[in-house]
């Protein structure tokens, strides 16, 4: 049987926002356990409702792309249940920076900082880390030539140095045989 485009589309996109609700779902368990775990198991606790969070993230930005390759008279639908399903993530993201902040746990396990963006937010974050991958690339480049530079002219010193060793040679055996033409002149003439 043969599946409509659209249908398949809808189908793909429920999925994942069914896995994506799921993640939060457990990510809010692992959370509220976090608050009555004992002082040991919280940093594991904050590690796991993370993880959670991380792979939702995953998924929301796979369904943010299938929003965005929609037909369009889908596409309407489909971002407003993404708009919703954003939100409920991030206020699971704020409440688990609130207690790791009151429960002294830091964010070794994991910064939630770049969680749960919105597409635009996401293309700007791409944007800048091109243009940073590209400045360093291009520093990388710079300290290269300066190192080759350097080289060059470490061995023009010394290329100029052996040249001017050669011609202070010179100017004493120029000397010496001057001396010694003057005293021969000399003798000559005695």
């Known amino acids: 049987p043969h599946i409509r485009p659209c ?10 926002l069914s896995e994506c609700r799921h993640l939060a779902s457990q990510a809010r368990e692992e959370l509220q356990g976090l608050r009555e775990a004992p002082q040991q198991d919280r940093a594991a606790k ?3 409702t993370f993880n959670y969070l991380k792979e939702a ?5 796979m369904l943010q792309h299938q929003a965005k390759s929609a037909p369009a008279a889908e596409r309407s639908k489909l971002a407003q249940e993404e708009q919703v399903l ?8 704020k409440e688990l920076e609130k207690a790791r902040r009151e429960l002294l746990l830091g964010s070794e396990d994991g910064n939630t900082d770049r969680l749960f963006l919105a597409r635009e937010e996401r293309k700007r974050a791409a944007a800048v880390t091109s243009t940073l ?7 990388k480049q710079a300290n290269k030539e300066a ?10 010193l010394q ?22 033409l003057g005293e021969a002149s000399k003798h000559v003439k005695q």
């Open 147 to 156: 190192i080759q530079c350097e080289a060059t002219a470490v061995q023009t």
């Open 7 to 16: 249908v398949a589309h809808e189908a793909m996109f429920a999925e994942s």
């Open 57 to 61: 993230d995953d998924n929301l930005q």
């Open 86 to 93: 954003l939100q409920e993530l991030q206020a699971i993201k």
């Open 159 to 180: 290329d100029l140095r052996k040249q001017r060793e050669t011609i202070m040679g010179m100017q004493d055996k120029t000397h010496d045989l001057g001396v010694h």
């Open 133 to 139: 991958d590209r400045g360093r690339n291009q520093l």
């Open 46 to 48: 904050s590690a796991a």
